[in-house]
């Protein structure tokens, strides 16, 4: 493994999604247990897309089901994003996540908080805003630990290039629902209001056709309308990107050309 500091945030290269899973693994247990020692609860929210799968089908596993067997009970799980589809829709955020770990670790469902992605977008936003402020106690929510993936149009959770919530990323607006035009289709996402606020970022990113959007998130000097991830910064806690040797590959050329 390589590691090294850029923008504020560790960058830690494995050698393929595996590898990069396993270490997540163990992060993700980390902080679940150190989470419940100081504050009595674990709260994390869980990326979409693919690459969080292989983590999810990892901590479902024996090995995990037994260091994180007491952890569950007082875990609450919660999305960055989601796609406006009902939660047994393929595309659904909530039911990847479902099959792949939820379904097979012993989280009470009550804990289990997903956004309503069948509901009417705006209103699917205020409902779960509401119920943000309700189980955290406060209008804007500190994650214990943020699981975030990166697109290959560097997006991250459901704020794409020149996204709105780019310009206002002072509001205290803790989530929202945007049309994504390339997608003809509704979004609900966190806010970097959120996603900056907690404790632990985790950025999840493999694969070849991520080597030139990351390299240009890390090349960005400062905030870039079209490189949403670079927006992406620990306000007090700590963030890491767990990259693989092909999503690194355009970043190490241009460190070996410095
Ligand atoms: C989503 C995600 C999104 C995802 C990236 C990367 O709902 O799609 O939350 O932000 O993390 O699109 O997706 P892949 O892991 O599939 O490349």
Same mark, same amino acid.
Request: with cysteine.
């Given at each position: 493994m390589k590691t090294f500091e850029?923008?504020?945030?560790?960058? @830690?290269?494995?050698?393929? %999604?595996?590898?990069?899973? &396993? #270490?997540?693994?163990? %992060? +993700? *247990?980390?902080?679940a247990l150190g989470s419940i020692k100081v504050r009595g609860r674990f709260s994390v929210a869980l990326s979409g897309g693919s690459t969080p799968r292989a983590l999810f089908e990892l901590l479902a596993d024996d090995a995990h089901q037994h260091t994180l067997a007491r952890a569950w009970a007082s875990t609450h799980v919660f999305w960055t994003d989601e796609r406006c589809v009902?939660?047994?829709?393929?595309?659904?955020? !909530? #039911?990847? &996540?479902? =099959?792949?770990?939820?379904? #097979?670790v012993p989280v009470p469902a009550k804990q289990v908080h997903r956004m309503r992605g069948e509901d009417e977008p705006e209103s699917a936003? @205020?409902? !779960?805003a509401s119920l943000l402020e309700r189980e955290f106690g406060a209008r804007v929510p500190v994650f214990d630990l943020i699981l975030l993936g990166m697109g290959t149009d560097a997006h991250t959770a459901s704020i794409f290039p020149r996204s709105p919530? %780019? /310009?206002?990323?002072?509001?205290?607006? *803790?989530? $929202?629902?945007? !049309?994504? =035009?390339? %997608?003809?289709?509704y979004r609900l996402t966190l806010t970097l209001r959120v996603l900056?606020?907690?404790?632990?970022?985790? +950025?999840?990113?493999?694969?070849?056709? /991520? &080597?030139?959007?990351? #390299?240009?998130? +890390? $090349? $960005? &000097?400062?905030?870039d309308e079209d490189l949403p991830a670079r927006w992406v910064h620990a306000e007090a806690g700590e963030l890491v990107w767990q990259v693989d040797e092909e999503a690194a590959g355009e970043m190490q050329k241009e460190k070996g050309k410095g």
């Amino acid at each position: 493994m390589k590691t090294f500091e850029k923008n504020g945030a560790r960058i @830690e290269v494995w050698r393929d %999604l595996a590898e990069l899973s &396993a #270490r997540a693994g163990g %992060l +993700f *247990t980390d902080i679940a247990l150190g989470s419940i020692k100081v504050r009595g609860r674990f709260s994390v929210a869980l990326s979409g897309g693919s690459t969080p799968r292989a983590l999810f089908e990892l901590l479902a596993d024996d090995a995990h089901q037994h260091t994180l067997a007491r952890a569950w009970a007082s875990t609450h799980v919660f999305w960055t994003d989601e796609r406006c589809v009902p939660p047994l829709d393929p595309q659904s955020n !909530y #039911r990847m &996540a479902h =099959e792949a770990l939820l379904s #097979r670790v012993p989280v009470p469902a009550k804990q289990v908080h997903r956004m309503r992605g069948e509901d009417e977008p705006e209103s699917a936003a @205020e409902s !779960y805003a509401s119920l943000l402020e309700r189980e955290f106690g406060a209008r804007v929510p500190v994650f214990d630990l943020i699981l975030l993936g990166m697109g290959t149009d560097a997006h991250t959770a459901s704020i794409f290039p020149r996204s709105p919530l %780019l /310009k206002d990323s002072s509001g205290d607006q *803790t989530i $929202a629902a945007v !049309y994504v =035009e390339k %997608l003809s289709a509704y979004r609900l996402t966190l806010t970097l209001r959120v996603l900056n606020r907690a404790r632990n970022i985790i +950025f999840l990113v493999s694969g070849a056709e /991520k &080597a030139e959007p990351l #390299r240009k998130v +890390f $090349a $960005a &000097a400062d905030k870039d309308e079209d490189l949403p991830a670079r927006w992406v910064h620990a306000e007090a806690g700590e963030l890491v990107w767990q990259v693989d040797e092909e999503a690194a590959g355009e970043m190490q050329k241009e460190k070996g050309k410095g």
